[in-house]
């Protein structure tokens, strides 16, 4: 039967390589599909494996998608609950759909920035995912101070963030500035600020950037230096008001060109006026191109 009730215009020549079939799906084919899942998140037990093994399980339009280069993007819950129950059932199944679309579905529990870099095998997704948005803002505001803003979740889209991710960042770049923001943000938030000061720190060395870590994180001596940073931020953290992130970055970035440069910190070092009637300029970092 053909329904006359058709709204909008019909588009399927714009989509040739998408094709949409209703099919029967026992467990075995179930098993099938799910060895495709490589690009999911994990799973619990759910209700509709009851609902099939009652056969009460109906189609009600939703779909099992496979992308254009045939990986399951959507649908393991069901295909889960019909090996969990071992009788079949009945649905639409997509194929051929743009793997980058996989962010837009689930949108009863959408998957965030977090989510996706997880299923693109990105370690340590959940530092990372803020401090992809703070490398952006940077990106587009074209300087280091205007860069540790706060961004905003509506500033870019998932599909933007992650070509910005692909066109700028092998995987094992971002994982090593994840895996150094991991050791110093946990009582020294926020992630995004660390990351993309520890990305400017890379540019002296790997060595010296993991030594200054270390003393930040208390995994290692402090230098008078930095414990004249960690007496800051201290005092900050206790604050029932606390220092902006640009003015806690600047502490930072000011005890890293001293300890660079083995000159001594003190207080008057790190007294800094950002805007105001005598504003003070923002300070670079210091690399050691040596």
């Known amino acids: 039967m053909?329904?006359?009730?058709?709204?909008?215009?019909?588009?399927?020549?714009?989509?040739?390589?998408?094709?949409?079939?209703?099919?029967?799906?026992?467990?075995?084919?179930?098993?099938?599909?799910?060895?495709?899942n490589t690009h999911n998140r994990t799973t619990h037990r759910n209700a509709y494996a009851k609902d099939m093994a009652d056969n009460k399980w109906q189609v009600n339009g939703s779909t099992i998608v496979f992308s254009s280069d045939g990986l399951l993007l959507d649908g393991q819950t069901r295909l889960?609950?019909?090996?969990?129950?071992g009788k079949p059932f009945d649905t639409f199944v997509v194929r051929g759909v743009d793997p980058m679309a996989q962010f837009t579905m689930d949108t009863g529990n959408p998957r965030s920035l977090a989510d996706m870099l997880k299923l693109e095998d990105y370690p340590n997704a959940e530092t990372l995912a803020p401090i992809v948005r703070q490398f952006a803002f940077y990106d587009l505001k074209g300087s280091l101070e205007k860069g540790l803003g706060k961004v905003s979740k509506r500033t870019f889209s998932m599909r933007q963030l992650l070509t910005y991710v692909h066109e700028n960042y092998e995987a094992q770049d971002m994982a090593k500035i994840a895996t150094l923001t991991n050791r110093v943000k946990k009582q020294r938030r926020p992630s995004g600020m660390w990351g993309l000061l520890i990305r400017e720190f890379l540019k002296s060395s790997e060595d010296d950037t993991e030594d200054f870590l270390h003393q930040i994180a208390g995994t290692k001596g402090s230098s008078d230096a930095v414990a004249m940073l960690l007496e800051?931020?201290?005092?900050?953290?206790?604050?029932?008001?606390?220092?902006?992130?640009?003015?806690?970055?600047?502490?930072?970035?000011?005890?890293?060109?001293a300890w660079m440069q083995s000159e001594p910190v003190t207080s008057a070092t790190l007294r800094l006026r950002l805007g105001g009637a005598h504003p003070e300029a923002f300070p670079s970092v210091y690399v050691d191109n040596e």
């Open 2 to 36: 053909i329904h006359e009730y058709i709204y909008g215009t019909n588009v399927y020549h714009e989509y040739p390589g998408i094709t949409v079939t209703l099919e029967r799906i026992t467990p075995e084919i179930a098993h099938e599909m799910l060895g495709l």
């Open 80 to 85: 889960l609950a019909c090996i969990e129950s």
């Open 232 to 257: 800051k931020l201290r005092k900050n953290e206790e604050s029932a008001t606390g220092a902006s992130t640009h003015l806690v970055a600047a502490w930072i970035i000011k005890t890293w060109n």
